[in-house]
């Protein structure tokens, strides 16, 4: 896979030790990148707000989140952090497999409580502010600096802790319902874009994957991204331009024909819609507009 290609694929990237699969990064909206686009994965995220603030999105739910905030992403969610206007936004990425939790012998925890919840059958308030779990990942985070021994036994309980905390105060007992069909269909729409980014895509291909007629997908991506799928495709191609930009040394015509623009200057324009700055100069910028 291409390091620089998008995160639709992230499950099959290692993000954790495997030994002790749990791993956290500090990050910033728009220092370190503009955005992390719509993806999905099997590990459990948490993403802590440590500053400013954002906008993050979760199973095609937009959320502006604010300092104080944790977001919860459970396996397979899709979701997605973009700044909100102006703002930046720094954030602690904590990321964690389920087996860390999980057992494989019968066990009540894992079958009444952890499995529901990691499946998506319990679901949970995605957005909370609360001490008692900002006070859990502290101490966790302390405790990973120094690595005293034993350390990941704490690690585990306050995760546990955590999790007990989100279905205690926080878990979804009304009649909302979550439409899995077309959180599916979206899957697959963006695999498809993933894979097939460089390629001619016609509106009539990716309808035929969804088995929807062209029409009705155009209304079906519209309700649920907020732009239309062009918007979208050109958004994919142009944000993978920008870094092959910075991170090859492919020329800007080798670039558009590898993102899937056949007209130069049509990409050119488009580029500099989006960056304000021509390909050319964002490359001698270091990206920055």
């Known amino acids: 896979m291409n390091n620089i290609q998008y995160e639709n694929y992230r499950e099959i990237k290692e993000h954790t030790p495997i030994e002790f699969p749990y791993n956290t990064y500090l990050c910033s ?12 994965h099997n590990e459990i995220e948490l993403i802590v707000i440590k500053k400013g603030c954002g906008k993050v999105t979760v199973d095609l739910n937009s959320y502006d989140v604010n300092c104080g ?3 919860f992403i459970f396996s397979g969610q899709l979701h997605s952090i973009e700044q909100k206007d102006d703002n ?15 057992t494989t012998s019968p066990d009540l925890c894992n079958d009444n409580y952890l499995k529901p919840l990691f499946l998506g059958r319990i679901k949970i308030q995605p957005v909370i502010n609360d001490t008692k779990i900002h006070n859990l990942i502290e101490e966790i985070d302390e405790l990973r600096q120094s690595e005293p021994f034993g350390y990941q036994l704490i690690v585990k309980a306050n995760l546990l802790t955590i999790l007990f905390n989100l279905l205690k105060n926080y878990s979804i007992h009304n009649d909302e319902t979550y439409n899995n069909k077309s959180l599916e269909k979206m899957k697959t729409i963006l695999t498809y874009v993933s894979v097939h980014f460089k390629d001619n895509i ?51 015509l080798d670039i ?9 200057s049509y990409f050119n324009r488009i580029f500099k819609e989006k960056y304000h700055i021509s390909p050319g100069v964002y490359r001698k910028k270091g990206g920055f507009h």
């Open 29 to 40: 909206i728009p220092l370190d990148f503009n955005s992390v686009k719509i993806h999905w």
């Open 69 to 71: 905030d944790i977001v």
């Open 88 to 102: 930046i936004m720094e954030y602690e990425n904590i990321i964690f497999k389920p087996s860390l939790l999980k």
């Open 202 to 252: 016609s509106i009539d291909d990716i309808a035929k994957e969804c088995f929807y007629s062209k029409s009705h997908f155009m209304k079906f991506f519209k309700q649920n991204m907020g732009i239309s799928f062009i918007k979208y495709l050109n958004e994919y191609r142009l944000d993978i331009a920008s870094e092959l930009l910075l991170k090859s040394n492919d020329n800007i």
């Open 256 to 264: 558009a024909i590898k993102t899937g623009f056949e007209n130069l």
